[in-house]
């Protein structure tokens, strides 16, 4: 094996492996993922009913509590579940919400490195190991691989249509049009099922494959669109009609209208138009020479500019058009990055490739070896533990049950309180205690979210323990039924942001040497500490900047409750 091959296999397996740490080292979900993830968590407790099936679901799942603006498939969570059996047959211990995320991780994984491989097709090698060194030193694509947000069950369907219409040079004009046929089909039942955004990318990839004469209406448009179609209704149709006991139900079609048509979204921020060519494209690819330089060289090079051409007309337009809906979020265009990727990697490509014959390329490909270094320092080593410092409610509810005693008096009943940010920051039905364990007590926990109810001294009196933010919801707990009944037992901290340091200031670090502890040992924070502190002395002077954590959840427990 050459060490271009030996270099190329290394990153094949750093995709997987880096989607995997960034799940170990941040398990927990937030807010955005909720609905997702309680599925999943319904299915796998309570089975799929077939009988009495509307008062099973209304009974035990969380969506008919806690719906939602709108509805939200159901077609994700079950097939998440359904791949998730035979390990749990095998392991029943095995922590489900980490088997669950792992397993969308991994086909997210697969289908990125399925994406290089064409790419070393089209481009070459050197193209795919620029691709693979841009894409593990990116942050959002690996942190959020595992995360079941909509976007992200969608994510992997796209890059694979992405993969497929990539113009390999070996290919025959009949294979390339099934490739199309396919891709197009593919994101026709993703954007059906689980983001309605994805009609735009569809709509811009088809025309531009159209205007230049690879595939035609009748022979691949007509057909791609029918069975994709087809497939995406029915499938997302008979799933969600039944779990929310609507028919026919079309949750994608609910979500267009209310965002788009009533325009609802606006109710969550709006941002300019030009949001995503300066804020968010950017970020996710967080290396700036990928944009700056490897795109720019790419376009402008005769022997990359079709390829790029290919890749980066669909995108960019996607972006434009999608710039007119007012509420912005960088995971509604994450479907663009393993094509902007791929061309910044031509071109980082063709300025490596040519170091030799030029001061200029070679200055250059010493600084794309840099700034990609650069990157993933960046994006493993700080952006990912200041992320994994933001599940304040999930460690509160851990401290919780390893080490609660329930009230002597009431012992085989035990009442928390989630509060709003606990239940934002990580509690999900996954970390519950069951509701029925025959030698412990049966643990009850309680979400409600109604200013009136809650302003109620009595409403408090129902409750063990509670788990609410420092403040105003503090201070109604501690004061509903006298100082005297409820007292703070413990405080967890959180993700405030990042303290700089200047010269003089003691390094603290306390967020990156657990993780650094975790994943490389004590041997690894002693040496983190050596480099850190010459770092600070020969580079930057004093200055440095490390993770802020703050109070950001305390447990409270009534009298007679003892301390966490």
Request: charged share 15%.
């Amino acid at each position: 094996m050459s060490g271009r091959d030996a270099v190329y296999v290394l990153l094949l397996a750093a995709v997987p492996a880096l989607i995997l740490l960034h799940l170990v080292v941040a398990p927990y979900t937030k807010v955005e993922e909720s609905f997702h993830i309680q599925a999943i968590h319904d299915i796998l407790a309570y089975g799929i009913p077939t009988s009495n099936v509307s008062e099973t679901l209304r009974a035990d799942y969380d969506h008919f509590t806690f719906p939602g603006a709108v509805p939200r498939t159901f077609v994700g969570a079950a097939l998440l579940t359904g791949l998730a059996r035979p390990f749990i047959g095998l392991q029943h211990s095995v922590d489900r919400q980490l088997l669950v995320r792992a397993i969308l991780g991994l086909f997210n994984a697969a289908s990125l490195l399925s994406f290089a491989g064409g790419l070393r097709r089209t481009a070459g090698k050197t193209t795919a190991i620029w691709y693979l060194l841009f894409q593990s030193s990116q942050f959002h694509v690996l942190y959020y691989a595992s995360r079941t947000l909509s976007n992200m069950f969608a994510f992997g369907m796209t890059t694979l249509a992405l993969r497929y219409l990539l113009p390999e040079p070996s290919l025959s004009t009949a294979a390339y049009r099934r490739r199309s046929r396919l891709a197009l089909c593919l994101l026709t039942v993703a954007g059906i099922i689980f983001r309605s955004e994805l009609a735009i990318f569809l709509a811009t990839n088809t025309i531009f494959l159209f205007a230049t004469r690879r595939i035609s209406i009748l022979h691949e448009i007509i057909p791609a669109g029918i069975v994709g179609l087809v497939i995406g209704l029915t499938t997302t149709v008979v799933v969600d009609s039944f779990f929310w006991q609507q028919f026919p139900l079309w949750p994608e079609f609910e979500a267009f209208k209310f965002n788009v048509i009533h325009g609802q979204a606006s109710a969550w921020g709006i941002d300019p138009w030009y949001f995503y060519f300066i804020n968010a494209v950017p970020r996710l690819l967080l290396n700036p020479l990928t944009y700056l330089v490897g795109i720019p060289i790419s376009l402008l090079q005769p022997a990359t500019r079709s390829v790029a051409a290919s890749l980066l007309i669909p995108s960019l337009v996607f972006l434009a058009i999608y710039s007119a809906q007012p509420h912005k979020e960088w995971r509604f265009v994450i479907y663009t990055i393993p094509a902007l990727t791929a061309v910044s990697a031509q071109g980082a490509s063709y300025i490596w490739t040519h170091r030799a014959k030029s001061i200029i390329y070679c200055l250059l490909s010493l600084a794309l070896l840099a700034s990609t270094l650069a990157s993933f320092i960046v994006s493993t080593f700080v952006l990912l533990p200041a992320s994994s410092a933001n599940y304040p409610g999930a460690h509160a509810l851990h401290a919780l049950h390893n080490h609660a005693i329930p009230p002597s008096d009431n012992a085989a009943n035990v009442s928390v309180y989630l509060g709003n940010l606990a239940c934002q920051t990580g509690v999900t039905r996954f970390l519950q205690f069951p509701t029925s364990q025959s030698d412990s007590p049966i643990w009850n926990y309680d979400k409600t979210e109604s200013p009136l109810l809650k302003s109620d001294p009595t409403f408090w009196s129902h409750f063990d323990y509670a788990l609410v933010e420092p403040g105003e919801e503090a201070e109604l707990v501690l004061s509903s039924s006298g100082a005297e009944k409820w007292r703070p037992i413990d405080s967890v901290p959180g993700f405030a942001g990042l303290r700089v340091l200047r010269p003089g200031d003691e390094a603290i670090g306390t967020v990156e040497r657990n993780f650094l502890g975790y994943v490389v040992g004590d041997r690894g924070v002693e040496i983190w500490s050596r480099v850190r502190e010459l770092a600070r002395r020969m580079v930057t002077r004093g200055w440095w900047v490390e993770v802020r954590m703050e109070s950001k959840i305390l447990i409270l427990g009534r009298d007679g409750v003892e301390n966490v």
